[in-house]
């Protein structure tokens, strides 16, 4: 039988463009003879572009060809494809005994279900130390889903939010306060993403000089200043072409940047310091900031067009204080770490530490912590770590017990309350006082009061 006669497209479209699944069908010869719309649609290809080439050619780590040459079907294999995973199904194709080629299909329910799952497919394989994104590809970012350490409800709905963004090319905004972990967040979507392949680019908006950020964002043409180098310099955003370019602390911009920044965004295109033309960009932009941005907008320091764009999406990664039950599983990983780290022979936690530190309210967070686990191991001369190994400034402040007057106690718990609902209102001042039942002049006289930022 004639393979194009076998293999007629009308009919094959019929049945397979209806079905939750994309579709492949090569011959015995292990050439192309269909490939379905959704098929293409994942791959970002044409059809005609591929019929009749070597699937070899096309399909990454496909194995349908080794399927014609053995004969036997390999079925819910996962396969990485076009940096993501798929779950795939092989199966040979026999006529009166003798196979005639195989079909192959990639399942999903649509694009963004399958962006859903691939998600989760390798945060599960991550989890369970089977997938590594960082020791082979080489793509920058070193963290994944699961250094996210935490089993509050807060961190749960975090990671869960996580997933969910991470399939998608939409903006996202990291809010948070120093040290809680904002770059992890960032590059744990990354992982997730189908850009995961791609580069990983970190920028620290408020570390670069002024008069610089620009050239190290979009780099510089040979000759475009006195002192530039030969051939020019690749920016930050060439060096992220295809995958992800964090941008931390935004709110530290410079204007004149804003500005050039939002173009990024509008229009996918850049130019290079000195430059005659612009230069097209596809990257994804994540950016985290631990200010005010609200603020900075009424007082002109952030422009309002470039906050709705990079807000496209909101992330806020809780302070350490607000998710006290992760603090135990939080010290027992930094100290099992340490210990890896510094090979020192410390083989348990006094129960004393986990009361003190408990205690104590972390005003840097997460990167707090480590550090004086990592401190407390290093001193430790005994097989447990115990308080005197701590840092002289834990044991100090965590040691007050301070008797607070029934204004403290109220002003404090006020304080807290309107700086939560301001959170899950996304500092939106007027629907934070509605939905705590006060009138939008009385929460501007209490942020003034407890300097709210």
């Known amino acids: 039988m004639v393979s194009g006669q076998l293999f007629n497209h009308k009919l094959l479209d019929v049945v397979f463009e209806n079905a939750n699944y994309g579709t492949i069908i090569i011959d015995n010869n292990g050439k192309i003879q269909y490939i379905s719309n959704k098929y293409c649609e994942f791959l970002e290809v044409k059809r005609e572009d591929l019929i009749g080439g070597y699937i070899v050619d096309y399909i990454e780590n496909t194995r349908l060809h080794l399927v014609v040459q053995t004969g036997k079907s390999e079925m819910g294999d996962l396969q990485f494809l076009r940096g993501s995973f798929v779950i795939t199904n092989r199966i040979p194709i026999f006529d009166d005994k003798e196979i005639i080629g195989a079909i192959g299909t990639i399942i999903f329910r649509d694009l963004d279900d399958w962006k859903k799952m691939n998600s989760h497919i390798k945060d599960l394989l991550a989890r369970n130390n089977l997938y590594t994104p960082d020791g082979d590809q080489g793509n920058g970012a070193r963290y994944s889903l699961h250094d996210l350490i935490g089993d509050s409800q807060a961190m749960n709905e975090l990671k869960a939010r996580v997933k969910r963004v991470a399939g998608g090319d939409i903006s996202v905004l990291i809010r948070g306060e120093s040290g809680t972990g904002k770059e992890i967040i960032a590059q744990s979507i990354h992982q997730l993403s189908p850009r995961s392949t791609k580069p990983f ?27 530039a180098k030969k051939g020019g310099k690749v920016g930050k955003f060439q060096s992220a072409e295809g995958g992800t370019i964090f941008l931390d602390e935004i709110g530290d911009m410079p204007q004149h940047m804003q500005v ?40 002109r320091e952030f422009r309002e067009d470039l906050y709705y764009r990079i807000n496209a999406i909101q992330l806020v990664s809780p302070p350490l204080r607000e998710r006290t039950e992760d603090i135990p599983i939080l010290i027992h990983h930094f100290f099992e770490r340490s210990k890896a780290r510094i090979g020192k022979r410390v083989n348990s936690i006094h129960d004393d530490v986990y009361a003190l530190l408990n205690k104590y309210e972390w005003p840097g967070n997460i990167r707090e912590l480590e550090n004086v686990i990592d401190a407390g191991v290093h001193l430790a001369n005994e097989n447990i770590l115990e308080i005197e190994d701590l840092p002289e400034y834990i044991k100090r402040d965590s040691g007050k017990n301070k008797k607070k007057t029934l204004k403290e106690i109220i002003e404090e718990t006020e304080k807290k309350e309107i700086e939560k609902m301001l959170t899950t209102c996304k500092f939106d001042k007027n629907m934070a006082a509605e939905a705590l039942g006060i009138s939008n002049s009385t929460i501007y006289e209490k942020i003034k009061k407890y300097n709210i930022i």
């Open 201 to 227: 680019v970190s920028v620290n908006c408020g570390s670069i000089p002024e008069h610089l950020i620009e050239s190290e964002l979009f780099g510089y043409e040979e000759g475009a200043f006195t002192g």
């Open 260 to 299: 050039k920044l939002l173009r990024v965004l509008q229009e996918r295109e850049y130019e290079p310091v000195g430059a005659a033309n612009p230069k097209k960009v596809n990257v994804r932009v994540i950016a985290a900031t631990n200010r005010p941005l609200e603020k900075m907008m009424e007082n």
